[in-house]
């Protein structure tokens, strides 16, 4: 299984048993507010929010906190500015990390990221260090019981999806940045709800992980995902 669909589970096995909501809710209120800032509040006109906006429903986050965080961004209401930033770097074995945050001071993000690196047997990287090694792809999960393997082939072709590959558990749909939105509501259309659907940072040429670091690499990718002001993490490797 790929490193970016078992991290994906583990992350959401995670949020489940932890009960993050409030956290998600959090999280998601950033994106919206920083596509709204840059795109403009209009869904329909901004592919960026649209794609939040569909999050922020998946996980049944209130109305009313989706559209504050829509006017926050507009201006509307106030609200703090977020800068966005990326954090590349390597974890245990070598493994390339991508983080994507939002934040409102860089600095005390940036040495947050480097003591979770150090303290997790990694280490903080400079830009264009790793990116490299990564391509910014739409992503959706379709369990294996709701569809047969041929059927959402047909399906994910006809909708203009770029690949398709069986999990133990789910189908992994993979499409272009620009049809992620067209191949998720065409699937939806025909009765296939994806359980998680995104735009993220796939790894080209994922790398096996030593079973003897595993757990030290995984303590990093966790302690990364906690933080506050991280929206995505990334990592090259097959767990």
Not at 77 to 86: D, K, L, M, N
Not at 112 to 137: H, I, K, P, Y
Not at 181 to 188: F, G, I, K, S
């Amino acid at each position: 299984m790929s490193g970016h669909s078992k991290w994906a589970n583990i992350k959401h096995r995670k949020g489940a048993q932890d009960a993050r909501r409030a956290k998600l809710f959090t999280r998601i209120g950033r994106e919206i507010q920083t596509a709204a800032r840059e795109g403009g509040g209009d869904p329909a006109a901004n592919a960026r929010l649209r794609a939040a906006m569909v999050a922020a429903r998946a996980v049944n986050m209130p109305g009313e906190n989706i559209e504050r965080a829509v006017k926050r961004g507009t201006g509307e209401i106030e609200g703090v500015h977020y800068e966005e930033v990326v954090y590349e770097g390597f974890g245990p074995g070598g493994v390339a990390v991508l983080v994507q945050a939002l934040t409102d001071n860089r600095n005390r993000t940036t040495s947050e990221m480097r003591f979770l690196f150090t303290r997790n047997g990694g280490d903080l990287g400079g830009a264009g260090s790793v990116a490299w090694m990564f391509e910014r792809r739409g992503y959706l999960e379709i369990a294996r019981d709701a569809v047969s393997e041929d059927a959402l082939t047909e399906a994910v072709i006809e909708a203009g999806g770029d690949d398709l590959r069986v999990g133990e558990e789910s189908y992994e749909v993979y499409t272009a940045p620009g049809a992620f939105h067209a191949v998720r509501d065409a699937l939806e259309k025909a009765g296939l709800k994806p359980s998680n659907a995104e735009l993220a940072m796939i790894p080209q040429n994922p790398v096996a992980v030593d079973p003897a670091r595993r757990g030290q690499l995984l303590a990093l990718l966790e302690s990364l995902d906690d933080h506050d002001d991280v929206q995505q993490v990334a990592a090259n490797c097959e767990l």
